[in-house]
T-cell receptor, first 120, second 110 residues
Framework: DADVTQTPRNRITKTGKRIMLECSQTKGHDRMYWYRQDPGLGLRLIYYSFDVKDINKGEISDGYSVSRQAQAKFSLSLESAIPNQTALYFC???????????????????FGEGSRLTVL | EDQVTQSPEALRLQEGESSSLNCSYTVSGLRGLFWYRQDPGKGPEFLFT???AGEEKEKERLKATLTKKESFLHITAPKPEDSATYLCAVQAWYGQNFVFGPGTRLSVLP
């Protein structure tokens, strides 16, 4: 089983519908992230959470919301989907970077397989 | 504002033809520069982290190097299975979020 699991993997929906993308991880990491990937634009950060009680907006949070239900679960919602939210969405986790107190890991991101969302 | 650019956008090589990919960055207080490989329809897969100028890391046919303004991913005698998009990202000490470049799409022809 994958360390970072995203559901659904593919979704086609219509403008105005509410959509939830779910992410669960078995890495035991406190830090979780949602990115979107568009051709030519790279990965852009939507929201991130450094622990269960911590939620932060990223570069492109407008039109999105998140919920951190547990250390292992982080979901992304589109309250009213619009066509320019058509993209590939990735959930990722990371450990604390080296050099920070309590950080034993290397700090790199571990990604899920992605959720392809199409809004018609 | 932290920024990452990558060049070229796309690169086609013959099998065995060595080359380099460039990642240029501006960041306030670099904590680490990361290289990832991404296959079509898959999530990015971690390759290397570089922390300071002059550092080098190697893995099979790949070698990553770092200066104060850019990083290079050198590919020696590539094989078709090296075909993928290579992403570069930086992480600053402040904020600790990752900023990604747009990637270089590498095709290695047999």
């Amino acid at each position: 089983d994958a360390d970072v699991t995203q559901t659904p993997r593919n979704r086609i929906t219509k403008t105005g519908k509410r959509i939830m993308l779910e992410c669960s991880q078995t890495k035991g990491h406190d830090r979780m992230y949602w990115y979107r990937q568009d051709p030519g634009l790279g990965l852009r950060l939507i929201y991130y959470s450094f622990d269960v009680k911590d939620i932060n907006k990223g570069e492109i949070s407008d039109g999105y919301s998140v919920s951190r239900q547990a250390q292992a679960k982080f979901s992304l919602s589109l309250e009213s989907a619009i066509p320019n939210q058509t993209a590939l969405y990735f959930c990722a986790t990371s450990d604390l970077p080296p050099g920070l107190a309590g950080g034993p890991g290397s700090g790199e991101l571990f990604f899920g397989e992605g959720s392809r969302l199409t809004v018609l | 504002e932290d920024q990452v650019t990558q060049s070229p956008e796309a690169l086609r090589l013959q099998e065995g033809e060595s080359s380099s990919l460039n990642c240029s960055y501006t960041v306030s207080g670099l904590r680490g520069l990361f290289w990832y490989r991404q296959d079509p329809g898959k999530g990015p897969e971690f390759l290397f982290t570089l922390y300071s100028a002059g550092e080098e890391k190697e893995k099979e046919r790949l070698k990553a190097t770092l200066t104060k303004k850019e990083s290079f991913l050198h590919i020696t005698a590539p094989k078709p299975e090296d075909s993928a998009t290579y992403l570069c990202a930086v992480q600053a000490w402040y904020g600790q979020n990752f900023v990604f470049g747009p990637g270089t799409r590498l095709s290695v022809l047999p």
